[in-house]
């Protein structure tokens, strides 16, 4: 099994990615590295790229590629990071070059891109079903978690709220931007026969059953 494999996980908001992402790190002992987490670890840990990247976030602009991938390459050197796991990036055609520039200095390569295909309406009817109690932080989902009593926490009958980012506007501008940003990435590695895509409307084992097919065979 090779050892050393670098794979990309895909997925819009509400496709489950997260809980894929946590299976496949379990399972194949992959270093889960999430640009946005690496970013605001470079960031609190006041590092020279990271007091670098805050300049441009204070001033509301998107941190340049230079400095994220200082970052990536920086954190490939750990010990731990010999199979490697990307979430979150490349999130443009750009990106994704240049990622494979650096792995292929790196002695490395992209083995597999993991997409997780969801329907647009699928992921709506998830993230529009989310309602929380806010002071206690409880968590209802009107499909796959329903509360006892419609619009009232189970614990203390008080109100349930639905949060911004679960409202269906934001959630289809979400969607929308994360299309435009992911459609010439993932065109990109179809081209070069490096994309799986998993039918991701299914049950969680169902999906994971099937991310780990793929996994099986390349890693082989």
Same mark, same amino acid.
């Given at each position: ?17 997260? =809980? ?34 805050? $300049? ?9 590629? #230079? ?7 920086? =954190?490939? $050197? ?26 292929? =200095? ?14 647009? #309406? ?16 409880? =968590?209802?989902?009107? /499909? ?7 619009? @009232? ?6 109100? %349930? ?25 993932? &065109?990109?590695?179809? &081209? @070069? ?19 780990? @097919? /793929? %996994? ?5």
């Amino acid at each position: 099994m090779i050892s050393d494999a670098c794979i990309l996980i895909v997925g819009a908001p509400a496709s489950g990615k997260g =809980t894929q992402a946590e299976k496949i790190k379990a399972k194949y002992k992959f270093f889960h590295l999430s640009s946005g987490d690496l970013l605001r670890e470079e960031v609190k840990s006041k590092t020279e790229l990271g007091l670098k990247a805050k $300049e441009f976030m204070n001033a509301g602009k998107l941190v340049p590629n #230079e400095l994220i991938f200082g970052m990536i390459s920086k =954190t490939m $050197e750990k010990p731990e990071c010999k199979r490697i796991m990307f979430d979150g990036f490349p999130r443009s055609l750009e990106q994704a070059q240049k990622l494979d520039e650096m792995l292929t =200095t790196k002695g490395k390569k992209l083995t597999a891109v993991i997409y997780l295909d969801v329907p647009d #309406e699928e992921l709506v009817k998830r993230g529009t079903g989310r309602w929380i109690h806010q002071p206690s932080g409880r =968590t209802y989902h009107l /499909v796959f978690k329903p509360p006892k009593d419609a619009g @009232k926490d189970d614990v203390t009958g008080e109100p %349930l709220i639905q949060r911004e980012d679960d409202k269906e506007a934001t959630i289809r501008s979400r969607l929308k931007v994360f299309h435009d940003n992911n459609s010439a990435v993932l &065109a990109y590695y179809d &081209a @070069k026969k490096a994309l799986y895509k998993v039918k991701g409307d299914s049950k969680i084992e169902e999906v994971w059953s099937a991310v780990e @097919k /793929v %996994l099986d065979s390349v890693l082989a």
